[in-house]
Structure formats: structure tokens, C-alpha cells
């Protein structure tokens, strides 16, 4: 396989102040959809001892984190840039990086998914994160990082790789990403391989709008005609506005609270992130069994910190195991998942305690 290969490099469109750097990879099995990207954001003075790698969410990837677009298309600029935590770190001294998985490389017309089963689960997606690891270590000169899951997928990947790789990592912050309890790990009808590709479930939709007259993945544009048009009505009685709907159906699934402190206003901001998250992700993911990780979570060494939404993280959380791993427990009531990364509170509520605590433990 080739090595990574620089596709850019310059100022940031949105933050002037600060810098970006792009690179990409091919990884096995090799093949048109087979590529991660590395991103790193940079301000003009770098202080903190350690870089900070940032794994996004499930169907989230590094430009949405930085940019809030896909492939370029950028239905908003951010309107409050310290909420976006690669940016306000990279503001106060920290190299930041964070990646685009696979799924990145994967556009909305593909009409054969069955290569996401070659990709090997777990395996594969830890090898993907190894990969640029490496890289961040050759590129800062340092030989640990800081792991920030973001969302579920990315604090799970995160707690997963320092199992394997202890060694990488001085620290792990998990943000609304703790291990979940397995009474609530989504199962699909197949319990294998074999049977994934005996039914052809090769790849789940990034989002369900939870029914309604909006059934379906980003692809549809429902998220982009609230995000334009938040005066056009409701298709469904009990709400004036499309927009006032969709963020009930939002609230409804824990993504975000509208109605009570902290006001995820505006709802743009949801919108937005919604309309850019990559439109599959591979449903062999969901079938691996993570018992080789999860009873490993008590031998990691490192520094933890678990941020966690009421709404949302707390529901699904194992919080007996959180409380085992770690006392640095942050819990957010009224939040939704996605309000701990687009909020107009969580520069105060989010943003601040990570950066506090990555200064308290970095000696």
C-alpha cells in the first residue's frame, strides 16, 4: 500500500487564524473506497506537550468536526467557532488532528455496499486509527497522543484501541461516548458474517428522522429544507413550523434539547450537522462482539475523563462501569448527544472542563 500523501495545505476559510493540513492513505484491501484521511488544525503557537487526536462519531467524520460541511458543501458557517472543540482547542495551544474513516470515501449514489464487509470490523477500523497514529506521532515528534472520542462510535474506538494499544496514548476523553451498556447495543437480524451477505445488510443509513413522513438517511434533504426554510409548515399537526417538528423528533430521540436549558438554539446548528454526516455506515460494526475490549477496559492506565449527556449518554452509558474507570465524571442534565457538540453553552458547559482537566493531568 502507498503512503499517506499531502492534498492540502493552507489557512483555514472560517478561522484565518488558524491552519490545516490534509492527508490520505490507501488501506487494505486497497480499491476506489479504501481511504482514510488525517486532519491537522494548528494555531500560530503550539504549547501543550501532547497532540490531541479527535475520533468522530458514527457517520461523523474530521470536516464536519472542523467545518461543519461534506466534501465541501457547508450548509452554514459556524456561528460560534469555540463550540467546535478541534477549533477551540487548536485556539489555546494544542495540535489537533482528527480523521475521516472509510465511510468517508463512500458517496450517496453507491449502489453496492457488500465491500464494507471486507473491511474487517473492528480489526480494521483499529488498524485505520493505528495508521494514523503513527502519523500524528512522525508529523508532532511525539510519542503519545491525547484520544477525544467524540460521540458514541468515538469514545468506544477510543477505550478499544488503548486496550491494544496502551502504549499511544496519555490520555482518553470521552465525550458522550462511554462504553454502553449491552442491553442496549443495537443488534441487526443477522449474527454473522455469512448471514449479512446472505441478506445483503452491507451497510445501515446514517440517521432515521423517526419516521413520520421523513423516513431515511441524510441523503434525504428534509434537514436542508428546515435548515433554508424554518418557516415552512409542519407536514405533521401539533407543530407550526417544519423546523419546530423535526427538532421534536430530535428531542424525542435524546440528539437535542430545544424546550429546556441549555437551548439548543438556534436549531441550525442540529440541522446542520445532521444534513453533513457521511450517508452509511458498515452494519458489521454492529454485529462484532467487543468482549475482548470490555474486559480489558479496567487494565487501561491512562487518565479518563467522561463527559455525559442526560438525555442521551446517561441512557445508554454503563455508568457503573464510567464510575469504575474513572471519578472525572461530568454529567450534563438537560443535555442532548449532539448539544454537547453544537451549543452555544458547551464552550462553558463542555469545551472548558476538557481543556482544564487536559491542563491538570498533562505532567
Known sequence: MPGWKLTWEGSIK???????????????????????????VKGRDVT??????????????????IHVSWHGIQPIE????????????????????????????????VKDLSFM???????????????????????SGRDKVVLIGGESFGGIASMN???????DAKAVVL???APIRTSVIQTLPARSVDELRASKLY???????????????????????????????????GFKTLSDYLMSIVYNQGLANPYSYPNSHPPQAIFAVLATLDPYWPARLFIEPMDQFRT??????VPILAIISGLFGMKVADMDLVRRLTSDVVLLDSYGHLDVYANPNNVRDVNEPVHKWLIRIKD
Not at 478561522?15 to 484491501?29: C, G, H, M
Not at 432515521?208 to 413522513?213: A, D, E, H, I, K
Not at 480489558?296 to 492506565?301: G, Q, S
Open 14 to 40: 472560517e478561522f484565518p487564524d488558524l491552519t490545516e493540513r490534509v492527508w490520505v492513505t490507501e488501506r487494505p484491501p486497497g480499491g476506489c473506497f479504501n481511504y482514510i484521511a488525517l486532519r491537522e
Open 48 to 65: 501543550y506537550p501532547y497532540p490531541v487526536l479527535i475520533l468522530p462519531g458514527m457517520t461523523s467524520h474530521g470536516e464536519q468536526l
Open 78 to 109: 459556524p456561528a460560534i467557532p469555540d463550540s467546535m472543540i478541534p477549533i477551540y482547542l487548536a485556539r489555546r495551544g494544542y495540535l489537533v488532528y482528527t480523521i475521516d474513516y472509510r465511510t468517508h470515501f463512500v458517496l450517496p449514489d
Open 117 to 139: 464487509l471486507d473491511w474487517g470490523g473492528w480489526e480494521a477500523w483499529l488498524g485505520d486509527i493505528k495508521e494514523a497514529v503513527n502519523k500524528v506521532m512522525e508529523v
Open 161 to 167: 484501541y488503548v486496550t491494544v494499544h496502551p502504549e
Open 175 to 177: 465525550l458522550d461516548g
Open 203 to 237: 451497510a445501515v443509513p446514517s440517521i432515521l428522522t423517526g419516521g413520520g413522513r421523513y423516513p431515511g438517511n441524510m441523503v434525504n434533504t428534509v434537514w436542508l429544507k428546515a435548515l433554508y426554510n424554518p418557516a415552512l409548515p409542519s407536514p405533521e399537526p
Open 296 to 301: 480489558k477496559y479496567m487494565e487501561v492506565r
